[in-house]
């Protein structure tokens, strides 16, 4: 197994919209829909934004939504905020019960 | 409001055997809906799963770290435990535990124990 690939860094301005992708191949991410994204801000433990793909936990702002398309899934964030500057982690079930997560996107809002 | 809380040594010696448990509260480790899994992240990297357990004691393992990982439960306790074995320097790493809804989904994190392998 390879962790799941995705870019290293992004940067947008606050109010913009930026999607972060991450992508798998046919064995584990293309497989399932089931794709979770956590948000990391730094020395705190991660936190869950969106699971099995699109669906967004309660509390979680409509600013972030999901997608995938083949071995990509993609996390959107609209109307960029200064707080939303964090490291973001794409996470896909990998069959037989294991988990792979990608690489990490370190988010920079200008 | 559940609450996931490692504990365990901050510092093991290579070659040794690294022992955490995560002790939950606010909420029974024994319902069938949640795994119970370890996260780790060596400073300044990304995220890893470890393994993951079920509150009968079914474990599943990251292949890569299959041969030295041992997870185990103790519902009376409301605990999981993670042996991790023949430790090097690449293992240094904060350690969080995690509740895991069924199958692939961490919702509730504790907030980590940074443990060192160094002699």
């Known amino acids: ?110 | 409001q559940l609450q996931l809380q490692e504990s365990g040594p901050g510092l093991v010696k290579p070659s040794e055997t690294l022992s955490l448990t995560c002790t939950v509260s606010g909420g029974s480790i024994s319902i069938a809906t949640y795994y119970w899994g370890w996260v780790r992240q060596p400073p300044g990297k990304g995220l890893e799963w470890i393994a993951s357990i079920y509150y009968r004691g079914s474990t599943y393992y990251n292949p890569s770290l299959k041969s030295r990982v041992t997870m185990s439960v103790d519902t009376p306790k409301n605990q999981f435990s993670l042996k991790l074995s023949s430790l090097t320097a690449a293992d240094t790493a904060v350690y969080y535990c995690a509740r895991q809804i069924i199958p692939a989904r961490f919702d509730y994190w504790g907030q980590g124990t940074l443990v060192t392998v160094s002699s």
């Open chain 1, 1 to 110: 197994q390879s962790a799941l690939t995705q870019p290293a860094s992004m940067s947008g301005s606050p109010g913009q919209s930026i999607t972060i992708s991450c992508t798998g191949t046919s064995s584990d991410l293309g497989s399932y829909n089931l794709v979770s994204w956590y948000q990391q801000h730094p020395g705190k433990a991660p936190k869950l934004m969106i699971y099995e793909g699109s669906k967004r936990p309660s509390g979680v702002s409509n600013r972030f939504s999901g997608s995938k398309s083949g071995n990509t899934a993609s996390l959107t964030i609209s109307g960029l905020q200064a707080d939303d500057e964090a490291e973001y982690y794409c996470c896909s079930y990998a069959g037989d019960s294991t988990l792979l997560f990608g690489g990490g996107t370190n988010l920079i809002v200008l």
